[in-house]
């Protein structure tokens, strides 16, 4: 089973920049695609953005593509999400999450789901 911490959020204004960390528990030759969903209050979960094991494929939602930037360091079993131009809809809990295989899904097929870190993006 995989365990999942998330960090790097906080409060920005709008414009600004945040960047999140996602570390997953030690697996070695594990096939893993990683992702980032968020949840606004009173929302449903959306998918943001998904990298492959190799971090050669990405998969952004239309609303975050050329802003956000999805990356992952497999050495430290870490992925990143760096969030530029944030706009107060990006106000969220944002989940990151693995699945096994090569896809980046950006349905809620993932296997795995971290605790949530908030990002909160005033006027």
């Known amino acids: 089973q995989v365990q999942l911490a998330e960090s790097g959020g906080g409060l920005v204004q709008a414009g600004g920049s945040l960047r999140l960390s996602c570390a997953a528990s030690?697996?070695?030759?594990?096939?893993?695609?990683m992702g980032w969903f968020r949840q606004a209050p009173g929302k449903e979960r959306e998918f943001v953005a998904a990298?492959?094991?190799?971090?050669?494929?990405?998969n952004y939602a239309d609303s975050v593509q050329g802003r956000f930037t999805i990356s992952r360091d497999n050495a430290k079993n870490t992925v990143y999400l760096q969030m530029n131009s944030l706009k107060p809809e990006d106000t969220a809990v944002y989940y990151c999450?693995?699945?096994?295989?090569?896809?980046?899904?950006?349905?809620?097929?993932?296997?795995?789901w971290g605790q949530g870190t908030q990002v909160t993006v005033s006027p």
């Open positions: 990298i492959s094991p190799s971090g050669g494929s990405t």
């Open positions: 030690e697996r070695t030759n594990s096939r893993l695609t």
């Open positions: 999450a693995v699945r096994y295989g090569f896809a980046v899904l950006a349905t809620g097929n993932y296997d795995y």
